[in-house]
């Protein structure tokens, strides 16, 4: 079947949703997708499984001892791996070796992070989401997408995860790996940020339900990411194999990736605006009305400008914008909620493989490949049922699983049980996390939708510093179960804001300025065309 001609009317240029319902969806937004989608944000997804497979924790047994002139078979004393004691005196182990059944090597192997430096396992993971705290930091406090373009950021984002990727073996000593981890965090929170924007923001409201497809996508990169872990075993050999693919992402968006028109459009940027397109009304075979032709040329000589609401420029976009304005302030704290609930469930739940006693190869494919069906129906239901239904539903879901988890005595059912519902609350705060993307770049405006994202990500990733600190209070209490008791009670209320306060959004126009979002909200909008590609 051929789509009827379409054409992009001088009238149509009043109204950037216009223009991409007329553009439809074809070529342009086939070439953003691969770039951003697959080079920015599937090549990039395993990045943050380096806590799992970089420092798996092997077993070990010493090798020697610091006081080895004691007579007799040391094993047998009283102690452990660490510590034996001899007289009273306590004898400290001077190396060991490693188990590598499971896997070859390791950064515990590396630097011996056992006994006494232990800890430092765990606090990788807090100094991995202080980066990512920092990016939405910088996103957010700064507003530099909203003010310097989507493919800079882009580029620096995946740049700065790329070069730590490739620079990890690299690291004489432990404090500097843990520095490149935390710039590995800055660029992958970055990275993930702007390439969601981009991909919303070349999508007119009717098909705007694909913007998912960036969550689902880094799913399975993710479960793509555990399966080269279980071919190559060693953590150089993974993490450079890891950078590498990156490397070559970069340079396919360096080379290929177009600003965002929608960014152009809303920040009065009218020369490229109009060179932009022309160029994506070719690629998708939509004409443009000879009155709109000369309004584009006068755009590209600078004799017209796209009339941009005072105050409302790129340059001026901050959180402040945000935070005076109450409707903005209120969706704000109440997104961040369920960002914060999202965040310290998914990866509590994902990071915390091993604890299931499970072959973590084996959980992170089986998990991933069994999340990316659900996301696909949450892809399927959200423009038939809406987006509040759909979001209350995956959250419901989180919270039924978490309180079965929790409370369910597993002693009188098969021990695969509870690694189902294990399996299924992670699945269900999947597409959570998926769903909070999507909608959350739907209710700001274009000038300050990077900015909006970026607080609630930032809240977010905050949230996930801490995260670890519930593990160690259930510790305190010896109750395995506490952690997942507060992970379910954060969903349930997640659950009441999300169907009490937060507004439909289905088949509504994106706002551009801070200003036009009441009228924008209010207004349906006709379904967009597709193209064959």
Do not use: D, K, Y
């Given at each position: 079947m051929v789509a009827k001609e379409r054409t992009i009317e001088l009238e149509d240029l009043q109204s950037f949703d216009n223009v991409l319902n007329k553009l439809g969806v074809g070529k342009f937004q086939a070439k953003i997708f691969f770039l951003v989608t697959i080079c920015g944000n599937f090549f990039n997804a395993p990045t943050y499984l380096f806590g799992q497979f970089g420092f798996y924790e092997m077993e070990y047994t010493c090798e020697s001892w610091k006081t080895p002139d004691i007579l007799g078979n040391i094993s047998s004393l009283p102690g452990n791996e660490c510590y034996k004691t001899v007289g009273g005196e306590m004898i400290e182990c001077d190396s060991w070796n490693y188990d590598s059944s499971v896997r070859s090597s390791s950064v515990v192997e590396k630097f011996d992070l056992v006994c006494d430096r232990k800890s430092l396992v765990k606090n990788d993971k807090s100094v991995y989401f202080a980066g990512f705290f920092t990016a939405a930091f910088l996103l957010t406090a700064f507003s530099i997408c909203d003010k310097f373009g989507r493919k800079k950021l882009l580029v620096v984002f995946?740049?700065?995860?790329?070069?730590?990727?490739?620079?990890f073996p690299l690291a004489p000593t432990f404090v500097l790996l843990e520095v490149l981890r935390f710039v590995e965090g800055v660029g992958s929170l970055g990275t993930d940020t702007v390439t969601f924007c981009m991909l919303a923001e070349c999508l007119a409201p009717g098909v705007r339900q694909y913007t998912l497809a960036h969550n689902m996508l880094y799913i399975v990169g993710v479960a793509a990411g555990g399966v080269l872990a279980y071919l190559v075993r060693g953590w150089v050999g993974w993490t450079v194999g890891l950078g590498a693919v990156n490397l070559a992402g970069l340079v396919l968006l360096v080379a290929f990736a177009d600003e965002s028109l929608r960014w152009y459009y809303a920040t009065g940027r009218s020369e490229q605006f109009a060179k932009l397109l022309l160029k994506a009304a070719e690629s998708n075979n939509t004409h443009v009305s000879p009155?709109?032709?000369?309004?584009?040329?006068d755009y590209r000589t600078g004799r017209a400008q796209i009339p941009v609401p005072s105050g409302m420029e790129a340059k001026s976009a901050s959180l402040l914008d945000l935070l005076?304005?109450?409707k903005y302030l209120r969706?704000?704290?109440?997104?961040?909620?369920?960002?914060a609930t999202c965040a310290i469930s998914f990866y509590g739940l994902f990071l915390g493989a091993t604890m299931l006693g499970v072959d973590v190869h084996a959980y992170i494919i089986i998990a991933n490949l069994i999340t990316f069906p659900a996301r696909l129906l949450v892809f399927i239901v959200l423009p038939i049922i809406g987006r509040k239904p759909a979001y209350f539903i995956v959250?419901?879901?989180?919270?039924?699983?978490?309180y079965l988890v929790t409370?369910?005595?597993?002693d009188n059912y098969p021990p695969i049980l509870k690694f189902m519902l294990a399996v299924a609350a992670s699945c269900f705060v999947s597409c959570s996390f998926m769903t909070s993307w999507f909608y959350t770049g739907e209710v700001f405006p274009t000038t300050?939708?990077?900015?909006?994202?970026?607080?609630?990500?930032?809240?977010?990733?905050?949230?996930?510093?801490?995260?670890p600190q519930i593990a160690r209070i259930s510790d305190a209490l010896e109750w395995n179960e506490f952690t997942t008791l507060v992970y379910a009670v954060l969903t349930t209320i997640s659950c009441a804001i999300v169907l009490i306060f937060l507004p439909e959004t289905r088949g509504k126009k994106m706002p551009d300025h801070i200003n036009d979002s009441d009228l924008n909200m209010n207004t349906q909008i006709e379904q967009v065309e597709t193209d064959d590609c």
């Open positions: 995946l740049a700065l995860s790329t070069a730590a990727q490739l620079l009155e709109a032709m000369r309004l584009l040329g005076r304005r109450p969706r704000l704290l109440l997104l961040s909620v369920i960002w959250l419901l879901g989180s919270a039924v699983c978490l409370f369910l005595n597993f300050h939708r990077s900015t909006g994202i970026s607080f609630c990500s930032c809240i977010g990733r905050l949230a996930t510093i801490f995260g």
